[in-house]
């Protein structure tokens, strides 16, 4: 990456950053053990990206999970940022994991509670181990200024969520959380033109990556359209939607959305049957609440033979290169 390029994503998290040192978010930072690698670079004002640890316990088995842990840190690296895996070990709140405690929330795995906003007091109090999802990750990285956090695909309304009113605290946390979410878009085991119509009422803007469909996390469309698309692939550069968001004091986040490359992208047809079929099993077994999501993603990955969850690594990859990999022709100044 060249260095222009580099000073842009790093002047985008110097941007972002607005939050004044001292008062509750000085002492709330007390709180939480900042990796030396994460702290040195958000003092330089060099690019940091955010990781939630959910996918690592809960998305796949180990030693799997360590591997691909380790692989998505490397690219971010590679690209000139520095990765700060969120997480809660013995009760401390992480930002930037070192290899022995990803080994350690690896090995752990469903062991760790699935840990969102609402169980963080909760899991610091009993001194527990927390594997954060995007709402617990969103929290903890505005909370140390990291504005850039990459996740293969967010939670959203559950099918049949107007019966149920099941929708996940990942998209209200957007409505309140200034952080730069980019993902495959929402799980396709979720209702997604119900979850963009929360987002909607949130006051969330959602964009697409070269693109105005957005994509449905294991393949590349919904069949939903969004009002904004991101043309550029200097993203930094074309994110002055988001400029505006901080500027203005708006307190909301903003999602881009990124569809998987084609030559990666499993077969919707093969999908949306796992998906129908899971959606069956998971109601004849009463499965609910949080336990539905994990179960529907752990099915879909059994009936199609693992392909939905090479997807889900592969996506992971790919968003976090997309983000960091700018072409550096012409592009804007991000001040």
Known sequence: MSSSALSRLANLQRHFHHSEKGGSDGMARGLVKISPDVSDALLRGSAVVALESTIISHGMPYPQNLETAKEVEAVVRENGAVPATIAILDGIPCIGLSIEELERIAQ?????????????????????????????????????????????GIGGVHR??????????????????????????????????RTLEYLETQGVCVAAYKTNVFPAFFTETSGCKVGLTVESNRVCAKLRFYYATIKLGLGTGVLIAVPIPKEH???????????????????????????ETPFLLARVNELTGGASLASIVITLVILVTLELLHNDGGA????
């Open 108 to 152: 752990l795995g469903t062991r760790a509670q699935k840990t969102a906003r609402r169980d963080i007091a909760h899991i610091v109090a009993i001194k527990g181990n927390g594997a954060t999802t995007v709402s617990a990750t969103m929290f903890f990285a505005s909370m140390v200024g990291i504005s850039v956090f990459v996740t293969g």
């Open 265 to 291: 992208a499993t077969s919707g047809s093969l999908i949306e049957s796992a998906i129908q079929r899971a959606l069956k099993e998971a109601r004849d077994k009463n499965i609910t609440g949080n336990a």
């Open 332 to 335: 804007e100044s991000a001040s």
């Open 160 to 193: 049949h969520g107007e019966h149920t009113m099941d929708i996940s605290s990942d998209l209200t946390e957007l409505g309140r959380t200034p952080v730069a979410v980019i993902s495959a878009g929402v799980k396709s085991i979720l209702d997604i033109p």
